[in-house]
């Protein structure tokens, strides 16, 4: 079946300007979640999302960044105002349900700020 | 404060040899951890997991190793194969955690020269 899909696979911004990411979660997976990976660093855990409760957004770096996900399906992960240090690869995930353990990761999209 | 850590940002091994990649925990609350496999501009994919009950889990050319008492678990790949070349990450969960439920290392980088 389809994996999880992210978009775009890359894209280039301007310093202070704002971006959005899409993630389209593997279908009936209702668990899922934001990661970014800055060069030479592992997985750094962003925000959460299961079923219809309110998201896990402990790891969100600043007010500057923020997500939703409508639906129940399809999340957006917003940046407003990017600075050059949020230049990453951006990763989305998806499972069964926060239980399950195994998650199941896009493709990332690779954000650079100039 | 690291929770998860890979100490070898890289390891290289002759084809047909055994691939030895280690982690380190230092929450003894992780009661599962995962082996994930990430090839350049891909999103890592699960490899292999194990549950605290355990100390060996093997599924095919892969085994890990988990030593609770160390706080260590281990991954081994034999007979290692060019195409495992890739970065491998290891991932530690409890249940009832925050944080997206998976904290990762930073990733060990193996090379496997034909």
């Known amino acids: 079946g389809a994996g999880v899909s992210q978009s775009p696979s890359n894209k280039v911004t301007e310093k202070g300007k704002d971006v959005e990411l899409r993630c389209d979660p593997i279908?009936?997976?209702?668990?899922l979640y934001w990661y970014r990976q800055s060069l030479g660093q592992g997985l750094e855990f962003l925000i959460y999302f299961q079923g219809n409760s309110a998201p896990d957004k402990s790891g969100l770096p600043s007010d500057r960044f923020s997500a939703e996900r409508t639906g129940g399906s399809v999340s957006t992960l917003t940046i407003q105002r990017t600075q050059q240090e949020d230049s990453a690869v951006y990763l989305c995930?998806?499972?069964?349900?926060?239980?399950?353990?195994?998650?199941?990761f896009g493709p990332g999209t690779r954000l650079t700020v100039t | 404060d690291q929770q998860v850590k890979q100490n070898s940002p890289s390891l290289s091994v002759q084809e047909g040899r055994i691939s030895i990649l280690n982690c380190d925990y230092t929450?003894?609350?992780?009661?599962?951890f995962l082996w994930y496999k990430k090839y350049p501009a891909e999103g890592p994919t699960f490899l292999i997991s194990?549950?605290?009950?355990?100390d060996k889990n093997e599924d095919g050319r892969f085994t890990v190793f988990l030593n609770k008492s160390a706080k260590h678990l281990s991954l081994h790949i034999v007979p290692s194969q060019p195409g495992d070349s890739a970065v491998y990450f290891c991932?530690?969960?409890?249940?009832?955690?925050?944080?997206?439920?998976?904290?990762f290392g930073k990733g060990t980088k193996l090379s496997v020269k034909p």
């Open positions: 929450n003894s609350m992780f009661d599962y």
């Open positions: 279908s009936g997976h209702t668990a």
């Open positions: 194990i549950s605290s009950i355990k």
């Open positions: 991932a530690a969960s409890y249940y009832g955690g925050s944080q997206g439920n998976l904290i």
């Open positions: 995930a998806s499972s069964l349900s926060r239980d399950y353990y195994e998650q199941y």
